[in-house]
Nanobody
Framework: VQLQASGGGLVQPGGSLRLSCTVSGSIRNFNDGSWYRQAPGKEREWVARIYGGGTTDYAESVKGRFTISRDRAKNTMYLQMNSLKPEDTAVYYC?????????WGQGTQVTVSS
């Protein structure tokens, strides 16, 4: 099982980024996908989730600014991040679940700074 996250980088406040997470291996047809983030000195926190049926859910801190989506044909989930703020700076991790199997990606750094 492998999750490859990409799309992070340096962006100015108010800018946008789109993160991608491609899932391969036994859970490539994953049911639920999520994004988490971990800022320096802080615990990892949940950001967004997309369920197998397509329903989405967001942390209050990102609601209205971030959008999670998936492309089943590409076994990929996305996190579109708009109106980015300095407090969004963190390493972002994707997580995929299929049945009893859960797997995490390696993380991609997002830095929001002028």
């Amino acid at each position: 099982v492998q999750l490859q996250a990409s799309g992070g980088g340096l962006v100015q406040p108010g800018g946008s980024l789109r993160l991608s997470c491609t899932v391969s291996g036994s859970i490539r047809n994953f049911n639920d996908g999520s994004w988490y983030r971990q800022a320096p000195g802080k615990e990892r926190e949940w950001v967004a989730r997309i369920y197998g049926g397509g329903t989405t859910d967001y942390a209050e801190s990102v609601k209205g600014r971030f959008t999670i989506s998936r492309d089943r044909a590409k076994n990929t989930m996305y996190l579109q991040m708009n109106s980015l703020k300095p407090e969004d700076t963190a390493v972002y991790y994707c997580k995929a679940v299929r049945g009893v199997v859960t797997s995490w990606g390696q993380g991609t750094q997002v830095t929001v700074s002028s």
